[in-house]
């Protein structure tokens, strides 16, 4: 059975910093194209970034938004996705959610992990 | 970025009536290798996001066939044939063929009437 475990969300004051961590199990973690997405209280979902296999290269593609402010990374030996996140602010309040390749089947999404942005 | 217009924001639908959802993007979302990389996506109330359908029509495993995709170029739909309890809530499209970013649908309320 695939599992994503997202995990590492907190309250955090602006400008702060936060690791979060998405451990994968029941698919081969390592060949996959892993992505993290977000969805701000009460709004739509938005693509924040992805991180491909290190047999393609292992590097990551962001949205626009996050750029130098948030690093995805992965660790294959444990199976687990890593979002990094810098200088956060209010309207980075969400919850992050991992996903499996979102453009191949099967497509497996976590529970998602909370993070609030707040003094 | 590609942008993704979802209409209509909300749909109140009578159980076993159907349904329709169209998307569409700022520019064609057909990619290099001939395939059109649009999603379609299902969030229940306090659920986790699902894939319902993936380029286009085809539909995901334990997906019931009553949702179907269709379209091409920059125009697609997500059609429920009769709509049940389970359905409600929340749908998105999401393109790949122009990355980054993969950009969403704004998303679509599905209520009962």
């Known amino acids: 059975e695939v599992q994503l475990v997202e995990s590492g969300g907190t309250l955090v004051k602006p400008g702060g910093s936060l690791r979060l961590s998405c451990e994968a199990s029941?698919?081969?973690?390592?060949?996959?194209?892993m992505s993290w997405v977000r969805q701000a209280p009460g709004k739509g979902l938005e693509w924040i970034g992805r991180?491909?296999?290190?047999?393609?290269?292992?590097?990551?593609d962001y949205a626009e938004f996050v750029k130098d402010r948030f690093t995805i990374s992965r660790d294959d030996s444990q199976s687990t996705m890593y979002l990094q996140m810098s200088g956060l602010q209010s309207e980075d309040t969400a919850v992050y959610f991992c996903?499996?390749?979102?453009?191949?089947?099967?497509?497996?999404w976590g529970r998602g992990t909370l993070v609030t942005v707040s003094s | 970025d590609v942008v993704m217009t979802q209409s209509p924001r909300t749909l109140a639908v009578t159980l076993g009536q159907p349904a329709s959802i169209s998307c569409t993007s700022s520019?064609?979302?057909?990619?290099?290798?001939?395939?059109?990389?649009l999603n379609w996506f299902q969030q229940r109330p306090g659920q986790s996001p699902r894939r319902l359908i993936y380029?286009?029509?085809n539909r995901d495993s334990g997906v019931p066939d009553r949702f179907s995709g269709s379209g091409s170029g920059t125009n697609f739909t997500l059609r429920i044939s009769r709509v049940e309890a389970e359905d409600v809530g929340l749908y998105y499209c999401?393109?790949?063929?122009?990355?980054?970013?993969?950009?969403f649908g704004q998303g679509t309320k599905l209520a009962i009437k």
């Open positions: 999401l393109q790949g063929a122009h990355w980054p970013p993969y950009t």
């Open positions: 380029t286009v029509s």
């Open positions: 991180i491909k296999s290190e047999s393609d290269g292992g590097t990551p």
């Open positions: 029941g698919f081969t973690f390592s060949k996959a194209w």
């Open positions: 996903t499996t390749p979102l453009f191949k089947t099967p497509n497996y």
């Open positions: 520019q064609s979302i057909v990619y290099t290798d001939g395939n059109t990389y």
